[in-house]
């Protein structure tokens, strides 16, 4: 029964590695918990993100007005925010990093059943990786360079 399966999957252009729908299943379960891990990167990476540029912009604007005393340390908030908005950035590097080298793992060792071609094929997932870290390094340079 198992050689019948496996011939069968060999005729089908399938891998020789995952021949049963439970493993298949399996497969399919670990990869979507990757897609949760990095969606939670992401997550986190964005807060960090708003945040630091949110306590720059507050400060700012919080030292502008008539009333408050002079800070004691006026470039604080700004240091805390860029401190902020650079983990942010890190972290979603780190977790596209991460993403990145456990599908290929996931693709080497343990192939889909069905069309799954070639290749590993990422989620959009990635791509808001891509875009967060783009949108972060412009809120970085824009509180590092004051252009805000």
Avoid: C
């Avoid at 918990?33 to 945040?51: K, Q, Y």
């Avoid at 793992?105 to 808001?128: E, I, K, S």
């Amino acid at each position: 029964m198992a050689e019948a399966q496996a011939e069968l999957a060999k005729s089908a252009g399938r891998s020789e590695a995952v021949t049963k729908v439970g493993d298949h299943f399996a497969f399919m379960r670990t990869r979507l918990a990757l897609e949760r891990t990095m969606m939670a990167w992401v997550r986190t990476a964005v807060a960090l993100i708003g945040f630091g540029f949110t306590i720059v912009q507050f400060f700012e604007r919080f030292s502008s007005m008539q009333g408050v005393a002079v800070a004691l340390r006026p470039l604080g908030p700004r240091y805390v925010g860029l401190g902020l908005i650079g983990t942010g950035v890190l972290v979603l590097g780190i977790s596209a990093w991460q993403y990145h080298q456990m599908i290929n793992y996931l693709w080497t060792n343990f192939r889909p059943m069905a069309g799954a071609g070639d290749r590993p094929v990422h989620t959009p997932a990635y791509a808001v990786v891509i875009i967060m870290m783009f949108i972060g390094v412009l809120a970085f340079l824009a509180v590092l360079t004051r252009a805000i």
